[in-house]
């Protein structure tokens, strides 16, 4: 009597036959190199990561600080983002004072040093 399955059908016996040319030191080369891959794939799409063009025009209005000092051009953080920024009245502005954003050219904030008036309200 003949069987209807005249070969083994088991699944490990078919992996077997199928990838019997590769080997363990080729299987973790193709590990690797496609780890690699992987990872340069993700610095990339990390690095791409760009602020908002229209960013600055919802800054204004708003204040931030002074990273290192603007004598007059330096640095703000703004809403956790570090911006280039001119200080508008050409004071110096110390590390760390409170500065608020009053306008934009190009790339950088224009920003006016936030003091107290007598009445309590920041100018």
């Known amino acids: 009597m003949l069987k209807p399955f005249a070969y083994s059908t088991d699944l490990s016996s078919l992996l077997a036959a199928r990838f019997a040319f590769a080997s363990w030191p080729g299987a973790i080369l193709a590990l690797i190199v496609l780890s690699a891959v992987s990872v ?50 050409a004071r110096k502005v110390l590390d760390g004072q409170r500065v608020h954003v009053i306008g934009a050219t190009s790339i950088r904030l224009e920003v006016r040093v936030v003091t107290a008036s007598p009445f309590g309200k920041k100018v």
């Not at 990561?49 to 960013?55: E, F, I, P, Q």
């Not at 204004?60 to 990273?67: E, F, P």
């Open 40 to 89: 340069l794939f993700l610095i990339v799409a990390l690095s791409r990561h760009k602020k908002a063009g229209s960013g600055r025009v919802q800054l204004i209005g708003l204040n931030g600080n002074a990273h290192g000092v603007l004598n007059p051009k330096g640095y703000v953080i703004v809403n956790g983002d570090m911006w280039p920024a001119i200080s508008v009245d």
